[in-house]
């Protein structure tokens, strides 16, 4: 049997750390991951230890020289023959129990938003002059200004997608903080290898950052943690934050990343002879991958009436699309309630009049069609809703009263169209507009749920103009 160590744990002795062992993958194909437990005081000693080498190593670092760190680590991550590329491919899919094929492609697809060029392009988003971050810049009203990181910034992650949690851990290194990462038991190891492998691509700034884990409802480690913290992101269940939220003391500061709906919207114009096929493919593409688990999949598809393909028939060409997936990257083995869900949502699409659902008879599927214009999330897991509706601009108003859901919304239409209802959806909430096929695969630099990605992250220090002007009376060439 494989066994890994997660986590990544710089200034504690590994010998004195007690380690949970938990059994991931199918009987016969099982690896064992070791998650450390740790002990309050050596909670407090970890994150005395990385407050203090980002300090003294990462905080007066040029960050030309951070991205260089971070993409000569992302290039060895794209090497499909490097040591540690090869164990994700080999054991993330036994992990999270993803198509092999699919995790593979869906790796190398998301490490590549996160080369030099895209690192350079996610700090453009955030600051015009991103020279900010190491020393004293020009601002526009006046006076002088430096971007300061937080001294101590906590990522609580969710595994529903591998690789998730290098977005908020490169934005933390941009920002030169010392980063703590609370790996999920779901998926531990990923955060735990990309820490590994920074710092051995970086040693100097091998301490700068650490991967911890705790089980959830431990709120001794996590109030400790949280004590030491300056910044705290959190990612997953509603719920979950909200627990973090009620144990953060009022000072600190928190940014809460919960559950979000996304939707996809088909204009007549995509439903012609020669699109509709492509256009339910991307369509399928974006339920499949990784069966909806993230925020940016969508639960239902709007469809225009008015094309040479009517919305029912959509549904039917996005069933084949869905069944040609399922050839190619299978469904992840379901649990018990997962598949029961899946049953019961079915069972109820069916009983709405006017509407039919058509399934796979192994469960790893379905499509509902329903003529009723309303806004209902679909269960996940490859389970998609097509509502026929007389014309697009008719979406906003469904979606207005679930506005703090919202997220992404793909969209197959004309530039003008495409505009149009760009407006209209932000408006109501939507965040992201994205082509249909890309709404999985956001690209370098996007604000999440509408945020800024680096700058919600710093604090600003000014240099008041006047006292420029000041200091400039007592400099040796005054007259």
Not at 390 to 416: M, R, Y
């Amino acid at each position: 049997m494989i066994i890994e160590h997660a986590g990544y744990l710089p200034g504690v002795d590994a010998d004195l750390v007690a380690w949970q062992a938990n059994l991931y993958g199918p009987e016969g194909d099982q690896i064992s991951v070791l998650l450390p437990v740790l002990l309050e005081r050596q909670v407090v000693q970890l994150i005395g230890h990385v407050r203090e080498q980002a300090r003294l190593k990462l905080k007066s670092r040029p960050l030309g020289q951070i991205i260089d760190a971070i993409d000569l680590t992302i290039s060895r991550l794209l090497d499909r023959q490097d040591p540690y590329r090869r164990r994700m491919d080999h054991l993330l899919p036994i992990i999270t129990g993803y198509d092999r094929e699919m995790v593979r492609l869906g790796l190398t697809s998301y490490l590549k938003t996160f080369r030099k060029p895209q690192l350079q392009r996610f700090l453009a988003e955030d600051f015009t002059n991103p020279t900010i971050l190491d020393s004293f810049q020009p601002l526009p009203k006046g006076g002088l200004g430096r971007a300061f990181g937080p001294k101590i910034l906590t990522h609580v992650w969710a595994g529903n997608v591998p690789g998730l949690p290098l977005w908020s851990l490169v934005a933390g290194l941009l920002v030169k903080a010392g980063n703590i990462g609370k790996v999920p038991t779901a998926e531990p190891m990923f955060a735990s290898w990309f820490s590994q492998l920074f710092a051995e691509v970086a040693p100097e700034l091998a301490d700068c950052l650490a991967v911890v884990w705790w089980q959830g409802g431990d709120e001794v480690s996590e109030t400790a943690v949280l004590k030491e913290s300056d910044l705290v992101l959190g990612y997953g269940q509603n719920e979950s934050l909200a627990a973090i939220q009620s144990r953060l003391p009022v000072t600190k500061r928190f940014l809460a990343f919960g559950h979000k709906v996304s939707i996809a919207m088909v204009s007549a114009e995509a439903l012609n002879a020669s699109k509709v096929s492509a256009t339910a493919r991307l369509v399928a593409y974006d339920v499949a991958r990784y069966d909806q688990q993230g925020c940016y999949a969508p639960h239902m598809v709007f469809v225009e009436h008015g094309g040479s393909v009517l919305p029912k028939r959509f549904a039917q060409y996005l069933a084949y699309e869905l069944a040609v997936f399922e050839e190619k990257f299978p469904l992840r083995p379901l649990s018990l309630a997962e598949a029961s869900g899946i049953v019961s949502w079915r069972n109820m699409e069916e009983m709405i009049p006017g509407g039919q659902v058509f399934f796979a008879d192994t469960g790893s599927w379905a499509v509902s069609y329903q003529t009723e214009e309303s806004f209902l999330p679909s269960c996940l897991n490859r389970t998609i809703r097509v509502i026929g509706i007389d014309a697009l601009t008719k979406v906003p108003a469904i979606l207005a009263p679930f506005s703090d859901l919202l997220q992404t919304a793909g969209i197959a239409a004309p530039p003008e169209e495409l505009v149009t209802l760009a407006n209209s959806l932000g408006e109501v909430g939507v965040t992201r507009i994205a082509a249909i096929g890309d709404m999985t695969s956001p690209e370098a630099g996007w604000h999440h749920d509408g945020r800024f990605n680096l700058l919600d992250l710093v604090k600003i220090t000014e240099i008041d103009g006047r006292a420029e002007g000041a200091a400039d009376q007592l400099a040796s060439y005054d007259d």
